[in-house]
């Protein structure tokens, strides 16, 4: 129910845009979350954004360098990544809370969501 696309090859520096688009008229998401993963890495979080208030979340790593954002109308969400290094190079996977169940604490946490689309690969080159 959710396709993720965007990722590529970018240059240190550089930016890259991921989407991930919600299928299905009734899907309603109330947090949204992209998290990525490396081979050798378990998936990390990297921003969420809470539907309620417009909330977004985002890990120490990338804040002030990545936003997400949501096109309510296309029920789509969005993570710009600017300033890219080759530590964000990874598999990125975006992530939905359809129950609307999750709270502040858990936010950071991929067991918390019960939506997921499949990953997409993003590579910095240095």
């Known amino acids: 129910q959710l396709q993720a696309s965007g990722g590529g090859v970018a240059q240190t520096g550089g930016s890259l845009r991921l989407s991930c688009a919600a299928s299905?008229?009734?899907?309603?998401?109330?947090?949204w979350a992209w998290f990525r993963q490396t081979p050798e890495n378990e998936r990390e979080f990297v921003a969420a954004?809470?539907?309620?208030?417009?909330?977004?979340y985002y890990s120490d790593s990338v804040k002030g360098r990545f936003t997400i954002s949501r096109d309510g109308a296309e029920n789509t969400v969005y993570l710009q990544m600017n300033s890219l290094r080759p530590e964000d190079t990874a598999v990125y996977y975006c992530a939905a809370d359809t129950g609307g169940r999750i709270i502040t604490s858990s936010i950071r946490n991929p067991g918390a969501y019960n939506t997921w689309g499949q990953g997409t690969q993003v590579t910095v080159s240095s």
């Open positions: 954004f809470r539907r309620r208030g417009g909330i977004t």
């Open positions: 299905g008229r009734t899907f309603t998401g109330y947090h």
